[in-house]
């Protein structure tokens, strides 16, 4: 027996090593650091912050690093050119998304974010694509913006202590998402809600060890993965309540919200007989979790950061109000005022570069074998941009630490909205759909903010702007802090 066994073994292990010497053989690998058969560079992917030692390791071995997680080899691409050259120059060759099993159980499989690049995404984003435009067209963000933030600032001032604004801003952000999304809700079902995502982002913080060794998922799933399963599924059925709803109360004449307007969108490709155009429940159910998911965790985590340079910045922050009270006066903000407030979109875009919300982008996947900065890359291979290491490259940016949103001003006072080195919402065929959605909706949250309050830290508190690990791993979040807010309007 425990020669049979041995036998075995030794079979796997010399089969392995022949297999890794006819791979390595046949490509020309990107560099990287010794892993561990089988485990991996188990010292990189277990730190919650790896995009940092990513980084690191791109300065001793090259912006194109490949590093083992469990069996898969992953590939890093840590600077602007092997970025470029992936998403846009390559297209098509690293469009696809891995098979992670915890992927397929949250996106049905039929998602814009995690489905794979075939005619039917291409047909399923062009209908999201089309539904944001006229959606963003409407007064409706306007006017869910305006009710939210007046609620909750209202709540804001009559603070009369040191406070943690992350708490506001998360309702905030919840509220507006939801109510653009699924339309309007009481209290306690939003609240409800944010305690459906938090929990499903604290199970699936980490990772599952059922995506780096699918055959343990289908044999032994662990209690975690059961759990997240479990809080999944309870999450989608209320999207499908709300579609179901939705289809019943459903006037082609009064579009409420973006779940409207992807019906309408439907009736309209019925009528034309436009069939690749008219999207199933499923897909219908998907374009609002993706825009869900995107719009709340991306942007409460941007604000976050936004309140706190600004709270430790008060030089900066009086920029900002100077220009709000310029161009606005004590007019209430407007999605519409965008255009007019470049030092305040300055200001975000540079807390999207100095404080990255994700600073991985969702994991690529090679289609094809292809070539990146000189390396092979492999068909089937998990491609990472590391947006953390471009955003934080001295090559690109002076004196990076530090939070200067004059990088984005122009010599006339304008805003450069095309910088190198500056991808938060991704390139390509791959980037964020809600893009448009996400600057329009922050920018006039900023101005809002800054027109009613002047925010300031405690007595004797230095301004904090080290990251520490949010709920998922390679995203940063500020160390916790309170603040002290003035009402200017009192």
């Known amino acids: 027996m425990w020669l049979d066994l041995q036998s075995v073994l030794v079979g796997l292990a010399t089969g392995l090593f022949v297999y890794y010497v006819i791979y390595r053989y046949r490509y020309r690998l990107p560099p990287g650091p010794f892993a ?3 485990i991996g560079n188990y010292t990189v992917y277990t730190n919650p912050l790896y995009h940092r030692e990513v980084y690191k390791l791109s300065k001793q071995y090259g912006p194109v690093l490949r590093l083992q997680f469990g069996p898969k080899m992953f590939v890093f691409l840590n600077d602007l050119d092997t970025i470029m050259e992936a998403l846009v120059k390559r297209k098509t060759d690293i ?14 499989e039929k998602t814009i974010s995690f489905g794979s690049y075939c005619h039917s995404w291409k047909m399923h984003r062009k209908v999201a694509n089309l539904a944001l435009r006229h959606f963003l067209q409407s007064t409706m963000m306007d006017d869910t913006i305006q009710r939210t933030l007046t609620k909750f600032m209202d709540k804001m001032a009559s603070e009369k202590q040191p406070f943690a604004v992350k708490d506001y801003l998360n309702k905030i952000q919840f509220h507006i998402i939801y109510n653009l999304c699924m339309g309007t809700n009481t209290d306690e079902e939003i609240e409800r809600f944010i305690q459906r995502i938090d929990d499903i982002n604290s199970t699936f913080g ?7 060794y699918p055959l343990i998922g289908k044999l032994w799933p662990s209690k975690k993965f059961c ?8 999450f989608l059925a209320v999207f499908y309540k709300k579609l179901e709803d939705h289809r019943t109360e459903f006037n082609e004449n009064d579009v409420r919200d973006l779940m409207d307007q992807l019906l309408l969108s439907n009736k309209k490709a019925e009528e034309s007989q436009d069939s690749d155009m008219i999207l199933e429940d499923t897909r219908i159910v998907q374009t609002i979790v993706a825009i869900f998911y995107a719009g709340v965790d991306t942007t409460r985590i941007t604000m976050d950061w936004f309140v706190c340079f600004m709270s430790g910045l008060p030089d900066i922050q009086e920029k900002c109000r100077q220009e709000i009270e310029s161009v606005l006066g004590t007019r209430r903000p407007s999605v519409r005022d965008r255009a007019s407030l470049p030092y305040i979109e300055a200001c975000l875009y540079e807390t999207l570069r100095r404080a990255s919300a994700f600073s991985l982008t969702i994991p690529h996947s090679t289609l094809c074998d292809t070539q990146v900065g000189g390396y092979d890359i492999p068909k089937e291979t998990i491609v990472f941009p590391n947006m953390f290491a471009l955003h934080m490259n001295p090559k690109y940016w002076e004196n990076p630490e530090m939070f200067d949103p004059h990088r984005f001003i122009s010599n006339d006072g304008n805003l450069e909205t095309k910088v190198d080195g500056w991808l938060p919402f991704s390139a390509g065929l791959r980037t964020c759909l809600g893009e448009a959605l996400a600057k329009s909706e922050m920018v006039t949250m900023c101005a809002y903010l800054l027109q009613r309050f002047e925010f300031r830290l405690p007595e004797g508190v230095d301004p904090n702007f080290s990251g520490v690990s949010g709920a998922f791993s390679a995203t940063e979040v500020p160390a916790p802090y309170k603040i002290i807010v003035k009402d200017r309007f009192a």
């Open 36 to 38: 561990l058969p089988v």
């Open 95 to 108: 469009a696809g998304r891995p098979s992670m099993k915890s992927l397929q159980i949250i996106s049905e």
């Open 206 to 212: 980490g990772g599952f060890i059922e995506d780096v």
């Open 227 to 234: 759990k997240y399963v479990k809080l999944v599924e309870e």
